[in-house]
C-alpha cells in the first residue's frame, strides 16, 4: 500500500492584483501571488533576521471569480492547495518551469472593514470544474487575531 499527500498551506499577502482570464473552454482562471515572512535570532550576532519566499498561485472556477472580485495586492489570506509543475518552451526554445499551488480554498484574513468578501472554497483540487458553494455560517471562521504565532 503506497501513501502519498500533495497539500500546501499558506498564510500571506498578495503582491499583486490577481489576474483574470477565460480559457478557450470558457472557464475561469485567475492568477496571483503570495508573499510569507519568517523571523528568526541570528544565533552569532543575536541580530533579528527576516526571509520572505513568493508563491504563485491558480485558482479556478468560482474560488478564481470571488479571488479576481474580492482579492488585491496586499490582502492577507490563507490559502490551501496543491502543489503542481508545469514545463514549457520559451521562443528560444528553452525549457521553463513554474511551481504553483493550485488554490482550492481561501480565507480573506484581512478585518471586515477593509474587506467585505466571504470566505470560499471548493470541493476537488484535482478537478476545477467540481466546486462547492462557501463556507455555510454554522462553520467557525478563523479570526487573525486568535492564531497563536
Known amino acids: 500500500m503506497s501513501f502519498s499527500l500533495n497539500r500546501a498551506t499558506i498564510i500571506g499577502n498578495i503582491t499583486r492584483d490577481p489576474e483574470s482570464r ?3 473552454g470558457g472557464q475561469n482562471v485567475v492568477s496571483f501571488s503570495i508573499a510569507t515572512s519568517r523571523r528568526w535570532k541570528d544565533q552569532t ?3 533579528l533576521k527576516e526571509a ?6 491558480v485558482a ?7 479571488i479576481a472580485t474580492y482579492c488585491h495586492k496586499g490582502s492577507k489570506v490563507y490559502a490551501e492547495g496543491r502543489l503542481q509543475t508545469r514545463s514549457w518552451d520559451d521562443p528560444t526554445g528553452v525549457k521553463k518551469y513554474r511551481t504553483e499551488i493550485v488554490a482550492d480554498s481561501l480565507i480573506l484574513l484581512d478585518r471586515k472593514s ?3 468578501a466571504p470566505n470560499v472554497s471548493t470541493a476537488a483540487p484535482t478537478a476545477p470544474a467540481a466546486e462547492t458553494p462557501a463556507a455555510t455560517p454554522s ?11
Open 139 to 149: 462553520e467557525e471562521e478563523i479570526n487573525i487575531e486568535d492564531i497563536p504565532f
Open 114 to 116: 477593509d474587506s467585505p
Open 52 to 57: 520572505t519566499e513568493f508563491h504563485n498561485l
Open 60 to 66: 479556478w472556477g468560482k474560488l478564481a471569480q470571488t
Open 22 to 24: 477565460t480559457t478557450t
Open 45 to 47: 550576532s543575536g541580530e
